[in-house]
C-alpha cells in the first residue's frame, strides 16, 4: 500500500471522513491520520445501537478531528435496506439473517454523502484486513463514488508493523492523552445495531467453545422468557410490511420505524432470534459468529408463510433462487452492484402479488404460525376442500399419474435390464 502521506485525493484535498466509534481503534486512527497531515472528519452513523453518541462526540473534538457529524439512519436502514431482505426473505448459508452486512451500505452512503458535501477526498475506517466489513465499506465507496481514495490502517504495512497488538495501541493512546477503555474489555468483538447484535472473535474463536452465559444482550434467554405466549398481527403491501398489531395493546403500528421496533420487542422479550454458526466469509476464511436478530426473524417467517398463500409454485422456485444469490451479494458487499440491482428489481416484481396478513405466535424463542389472508390469493378453497368437488374433475388425475409414470417406468425397465446382464 502506498505511503498514505503521499496521497492526494479529488481536488487536492488532504481531507478524510473516517467511520468513527469512540472506541481506542478509531481513536488512534484519528490521532494517527492527523499526524500523516490529514483533516478528519469523524462520522458516526446512528443505527439504533445503545452508545453514548455525545461522549463520542466531545472525545473526537478533543482528540483534534475538524468536525464531527452524528447521523441518524435508523429509518433509512429499515426503509432501504431491511425491507428488500424481508421482501427477498434474505438469508446467508440457511441461518444468517445479514443484521451487519445490511447495515454496512447504509453506512458506507452516509460516508460518501458526507464526504461530498464536505469535499472529502478519502474515506477511512478500521476494519481488519480478514473480514468482510473492509470489503463491504470499499466496494460500496468505488461504486458510490469511483473518485474516492481508501485509507484502511490496518491493511497499511507502516501502521499495523507500527501497532502489532494491544500494548502498542495503549501506549499511543497514553502518548496522545486518548482516554482508555474504563472498563475491562470482553473477549470477544461485539457490533450492534437496531437489526441485531453479533459476538465473534476473541474466546469464540474456537468452535467448540460453548457461548458463556450471559453473554447475549439483546434478547431474553428462552428460557427464562414469558411463560404467557405474545399474539401479533403482521400486515404486509407488496411484500413490505406496513401494520403490525400486538395483542393486548390498542394501538395499530403503521410507522415503518416504529413497526420494526414493535416486532423486535416482541422477539427479543420471548428470547427469538439467537443462532450460533460457522460461516464462510467472502475472503474465504471461515468464522464462527453468533447472531440475534429477534424482529427480522418474525418479518421472515410472516413473509415466507404470506408468500406460499399468493404467489404461485414455480415463480416461488425461481425466487427461492434469486433470494439465494441476493443473500450472497449483501454478504459480500455487492449491495451497489448491477447484479445486486437486477436481482433486487426481479425480486420486488414477484412481490406484488404479496399483499394480505399473517397472525404469529412467540413463545419461547420459536415463531409459530397461527394463520393467514389476503384480500387476493391463489388459495381457492372450494377447489381444494375434500367436501366440495368445484371446478375439479377427479377423473382427470387418471391421466395425470399415467403421464407422469411414464418415466418412472421406463427407468425400471433400464434397471431390470441392466440387473440382468450383471
Known amino acids: 500500500m502506498e505511503d498514505v502521506s503521499k496521497q492526494t485525493g479529488q481536488n487536492g484535498s488532504k481531507r478524510v471522513v473516517l467511520a468513527y466509534s469512540g472506541g481506542l481503534d478509531t481513536s488512534c486512527i484519528l490521532v494517527w491520520l492527523q499526524e500523516q497531515g490529514y483533516e478528519v472528519i469523524a462520522f458516526m452513523a446512528n443505527l439504533g445501537q445503545e452508545e453514548d453518541f455525545d461522549a463520542a462526540r466531545d472525545k473526537a473534538n478533543k482528540l483534534g478531528a475538524k468536525e464531527v457529524i452524528v447521523q441518524d439512519l435508523r429509518r433509512s436502514l429499515v426503509e432501504d435496506y431491511v425491507w428488500p431482505a424481508v421482501q427477498g426473505d434474505l438469508i446467508y448459508e440457511d441461518r444468517y439473517l445479514l443484521g451487519t452486512a445490511l447495515a454496512r451500505p447504509c453506512i458506507t452512503r452516509g460516508m460518501i454523502d458526507t464526504a461530498r458535501r464536505h469535499q472529502a477526498g478519502y474515506i477511512s475506517h478500521g476494519a481488519t484486513g480478514k473480514g468482510n466489513d473492509q ?41 496522545h492523552g486518548i482516554p482508555l477503555p474504563v472498563t475491562p474489555k470482553a473477549p470477544w468483538s461485539i457490533d450492534a445495531n437496531l437489526v441485531h447484535v453479533s459476538y465473534e472473535s476473541g474466546i469464540l474463536e474456537n468452535p467448540a467453545t460453548h457461548p458463556p ?111 439465494t444469490k441476493m443473500a450472497e451479494q449483501v454478504y ?70 399415467r403421464i407422469n409414470a411414464v418415466r418412472l417406468r421406463e427407468y425400471q425397465r433400464v434397471k431390470n435390464a441392466l440387473d440382468k446382464l450383471s
Not at 504495512?157 to 502498542?168: I, L, T
Not at 447472531?291 to 404470506?306: F, K, M, N, S, V
Not at 459480500?332 to 445486486?340: A, D, I, Q, T, V
Open 135 to 175: 470489503i463491504r465499506f470499499e466496494l460500496g465507496c468505488y461504486a458510490l463514488s469511483p473518485d474516492i481514495k481508501i485509507i484502511a490502517p490496518w491493511k497499511d504495512p507502516s501502521f499495523y508493523r507500527r501497532f502489532p497488538g494491544r500494548k502498542e495501541l495503549f501506549d499511543y493512546a497514553k502518548l
Open 213 to 323: 452465559c450471559g453473554i447475549y444482550e439483546m434478547t431474553t434467554d428462552p428460557e427464562k422468557a414469558p411463560d404467557v405466549p405474545q399474539m401479533l398481527t403482521l400486515t404486509f403491501q407488496n411484500g413490505i410490511p406496513t401494520a403490525v398489531s400486538v395483542a393486548g395493546d390498542a394501538t395499530k403500528v403503521v410507522d415503518c420505524l416504529e413497526i420494526f421496533n414493535a416486532v423486535n420487542r416482541v422477539g427479543a422479550q420471548h428470547g427469538v432470534g439467537r443462532v450460533d454458526i460457522v460461516e464462510n466469509r467472502f475472503i474465504g476464511l471461515k468464522s464462527r459468529g453468533l447472531y440475534e436478530t429477534p424482529g427480522l426473524t418474525i418479518l421472515r417467517a410472516a413473509h415466507l408463510d404470506l408468500e406460499a398463500l399468493c404467489m404461485d409454485r414455480e415463480v416461488r422456485k425461481i425466487k427461492a433462487h434469486l433470494s
Open 332 to 401: 459480500n458487499g455487492l449491495w451497489y452492484s448491477p447484479e445486486f440491482e437486477f436481482t433486487r428489481k426481479c425480486i420486488a416484481d414477484c412481490q406484488k402479488v404479496v399483499t394480505g396478513s399473517v397472525t404469529l405466535k412467540v413463545y419461547k424463542g420459536n415463531v409459530y404460525i397461527q394463520g393467514r389472508s389476503a384480500p387476493v390469493s391463489l388459495y381457492n378453497e372450494e377447489l381444494v376442500s375434500m367436501d366440495t368437488q368445484g371446478d375439479y374433475e377427479p377423473s382427470d388425475a387418471h391421466g395425470f399419474i
